[in-house]
């Protein structure tokens, strides 16, 4: 279901079976001349459009402004953007805050720029990481008041920690690629990896007439291929699924 076209009842509805609402987070990033600019969100939209197919979902706007920075390319005549994660973190903050007051307690978020990084962080996730634990912590103080933690009716806490349905595990940001997929097919940039991906999941942002080897990391795209990308598409597809479902778990 995209929220965008959700009636009330349906949304009391998501938020009653406690169905998984999912955001594609990414940038807009000069990646080579034979791929598009959106590479890194595309690939999470399309995959949350797969799963949709197969699982009750609900598909939030994508969100494109991330911190792309101009490490690879200048944006002048290549398209890149770059949004400051200070900026990222204020929306973040809201776009939980709204969340939270809507009733949605099972929330994910899916990253793929940067992600091989994903433990230690990167702008972009981190500003969400520490948006949603703000957001988390101020909505609960809200509702329950100081010391809620502390409250016999907290007592179960770390038991509901364990199994996973604690608040904090409320909103959970991810890496697109689990870390088992990523040791299968190794994040690269506009190189074999990335181009098969855009192959299998969004061809129409692939034009290799139009590749040219003259950058390092897009030399790689001359091994690109549709069955790589597949091959990549279908554990993807799978852990993320398993993400969303009874063991949500980044």
């Given amino acids: 279901m995209r929220y965008e076209m959700m009636f009330p009842y349906q949304i009391r509805e998501a938020i009653d079976n406690n169905t998984p609402v999912a955001m594609a987070l990414g940038v807009l990033e000069y990646h080579g001349e034979h791929l598009s600019s959106g590479v890194e969100t595309l690939l999470v939209v399309r995959a949350l459009e797969m799963l949709e197919k197969e699982m009750t979902l609900v598909i939030m706007p994508p969100f494109y402004y991330g911190a792309g920075s101009f490490a690879v390319a200048a944006p002048e005549r290549n398209g890149g953007m770059h949004v400051d994660s200070d900026i990222l973190h204020l929306f973040a903050r ?13 929330i994910y978020v899916f990253v793929h720029h940067q992600s091989e990084n994903f433990v ?21 103080e809200r509702e329950r008041g100081d010391g809620w933690w502390g409250d016999n ?8 920690q364990a199994k996973g349905t604690d608040p ?16 299968r097919f190794p994040i690269d940039h506009a190189g074999e ?6 192959m ?7 034009d290799m007439s139009k590749f040219r080897d003259t950058e390092w990391y897009t030399q790689g795209a001359r091994q690109a291929s549709l069955g790589y990308g597949n ?3 279908e554990i993807i597809l799978r852990d993320m699924k398993k993400m969303m479902g009874h063991t949500r778990k980044c």
Avoid at 193 to 198: A, G, I, K, V, Y
Wanted: charge should be neutral; glycine fraction near 6%.
């Fill in 120 to 140: 230690n962080g990167m702008p972009t996730d981190l500003a969400f990481k520490l948006a949603a634990r703000q957001e988390i912590s101020a909505f609960i």
């Fill in 94 to 106: 809201q776009y939980f805050y709204n969340l939270l007051r809507i009733g949605f307690r099972n």
């Fill in 231 to 233: 091959r990549a598409r």
């Fill in 168 to 183: 904090f595990n409320w909103i959970h940001i991810c890496p697109f690629m689990s870390a088992n997929a990523q040791s």
């Fill in 153 to 160: 009716a907290s007592s179960d806490y770390y038991e509901e």
């Fill in 200 to 206: 299998s999941f969004c061809h129409g942002g692939v």
């Fill in 193 to 198: 990896q990335e181009t098969s991906l855009m």
